[in-house]
């Protein structure tokens, strides 16, 4: 049984960091994509990032790019999601995903498995 722990969200001030962590666990995922989704209230849950767990390129949505990093550590089964200039826009609920293929994707109805969320506010 496949399963995603979302941890490190928080309050933080505008300008602050802060990082993501999801640890996956269940099964082998060499042949997996990850991503980070997030979801603020009264809004669709938008893309935000992606890795593949054999290595390969990542991708981030361009209200991110620059100011948050994906990345992950295949030792400890992690996904991580560096946070840099943090915007009150952020905020929202995190959510790490697990997708069944090495296709990568944007698109959250494509993604198998997800972390209960975890919660980032940031203030203006």
């Known amino acids: 049984q496949v399963q995603l722990v979302e941890s490190g969200g928080g309050l933080v001030q505008a300008g602050g960091s802060l990082r993501l962590s999801c640890a996956a666990s269940?099964?082998?995922?060499?042949?997996?994509?990850m991503g980070w989704f997030r979801q603020a209230p009264g809004k669709e849950r938008e893309f935000v990032a992606t890795i593949r767990w054999s290595g390969g390129r990542t991708y981030s949505a361009d209200s991110v790019k620059g100011r948050f990093t994906i990345s992950r550590d295949n030792a400890k089964n992690t996904v991580y999601l560096q946070m840099n200039s943090l915007k009150p826009e952020d905020t929202a609920v995190y959510y790490c995903?697990?997708?069944?293929?090495?296709?990568?994707?944007?698109?959250?109805?494509?993604?198998?498995?997800w972390g209960q969320g975890t919660q980032v506010t940031v203030s203006s």
């Open positions: 269940g099964r082998t995922f060499s042949n997996y994509v």
């Open positions: 995903a697990a997708r069944a293929s090495p296709y990568y994707s944007g698109n959250y109805h494509s993604y198998d498995y």
